[in-house]
């Protein structure tokens, strides 16, 4: 078992930068593609980006790309999402999820470990 949990979430201004952190415990991130997802009111569920497992490669959402970038830390079991140039459209909660298939996958159903979310509201 893996289990998730976010932080970093908070209120800013457009323009602003946030960067929000997924803490593992149970189990190490080893093998596990790890990604980045966000839910705005009223709004579906959509990709963020996703970081794999090896070889380690970045896909990006064409809305935050440029804006985004992910790292993870795997001695520390930590993924990151470090957030520029924020916009009031990225105002969402945002949930980290593992999937061990290891693949930079973009499709949600492939993740089987999730966070609760995290709070991101971007002011204009």
């Known amino acids: 078992q893996v289990q998730l949990v976010e932080s970093g979430g908070d209120l800013v201004q457009a323009g602003g930068s946030l960067r929000l952190s997924c803490a593992a415990s149970g189990r190490t991130f080893s093998g596990y593609a790890l990604g980045w997802f966000r839910q705005a009111p009223g709004k579906e569920r959509e990709f963020v980006g996703v970081?794999?497992?090896?070889?380690?490669?970045?896909v990006y959402a064409d809305s935050v790309k440029g804006r985004f970038t992910i790292a993870r830390d795997n001695a520390k079991n930590t993924l990151y999402l470090q957030m520029n140039s924020l916009k009031p459209e990225d105002t969402a909660v945002y949930y980290c999820?593992?999937?061990?298939?290891?693949?930079?996958?973009?499709?949600?159903?492939?993740?089987?470990?999730w966070g609760q979310g995290t709070q991101v509201t971007v002011s204009s």
């Open positions: 999820a593992a999937g061990g298939h290891g693949v930079a996958s973009m499709n949600s159903r492939e993740y089987e470990y």
């Open positions: 970081i794999s497992w090896r070889p380690s490669i970045t």
